[in-house]
């Protein structure tokens, strides 16, 4: 009886931490773990979440995004809403559940150098902006997907701009071989006159030529 009631006590807290929208939680990172931050999200796909925090991150905030092991890396670098130090910060996107009932998790890392882990007992000021930045995510969400036609537009005028950079670019190039051709051309059109008039010069002599011989 004590064995199920234990049994019942675990079952029962895995299901709250897993309904809990933000819990701490140790999180595997390369192969170690570290203490981090889950926050959980139902009615979000893993691709909006994902690229919810990459707009915040790599476009509000210009923070230079490398991968590793899996994770959304922001290494050495200060992002306001956590402090005016620098921070390494690790992020991944998940889903768990049914299939109509699936949550989408975010989990997330942040560390001040060497992997010293921020905990509340560690940095309670930053422990609590990065709840603070967490738990402002759902509001984030909703204005990420309603600036999203906006930032799709701007990424295909960049295209656009990048592809038209390099056709100037192509012609440029096209125009300089034009003009060092157009140079080659009057040249030999310059050997060419230059050969008619020899040549009409050593016609008239044979002509001349020839002439005094039939006045002999």
Do not use: W
């Not at 899996?70 to 049914?98: C, L, S």
């Not at 905990?119 to 609590?128: G, K, L, N």
């Amino acid at each position: 009886m004590k064995k199920l009631f234990v049994l019942l006590t675990i079952v029962i807290i895995a299901v709250t931490a897993s309904a809990q929208k933000l819990h701490t939680s140790m999180v595997e990172f390369g192969k170690s773990q570290y203490p981090g931050y889950l926050f959980n999200m139902k009615n979000v796909s893993v691709e909006t979440m994902d690229a919810t925090l990459r707009d915040i991150f790599e476009n509000q905030y210009n923070l230079k995004a490398s991968k590793e092991s899996g994770f959304r890396t922001y290494r050495n670098q200060q992002f306001a809403p956590f402090g005016q130090e620098n921070y390494d910060i690790f992020f991944n996107v998940i889903e768990f559940g049914k299939k109509n009932e699936k949550t989408t998790q975010v989990v997330m890392l942040v560390c001040k150098g060497n992997m010293n882990a921020v905990t509340p007992s560690t940095d309670p000021q930053v422990d609590a902006a990065i709840r603070k930045f967490l738990q402002k995510l759902p509001a984030k969400v909703e204005e990420y997907q309603i600036r999203k036609p906006i930032i799709e537009k701007k990424e295909q005028i960049a295209k656009l701009d990048a592809n038209k950079q390099s056709l100037i670019k192509e012609q440029e190039k096209i125009n300089g071989q034009i003009e060092k051709l157009q140079l080659n051309q009057n040249e030999i059109s310059k050997k060419i006159q230059d050969n008619e008039e020899a040549i009409s010069k050593l016609q008239a002599e044979v002509e001349a030529l020839e002439q005094t011989i039939k006045e002999k």
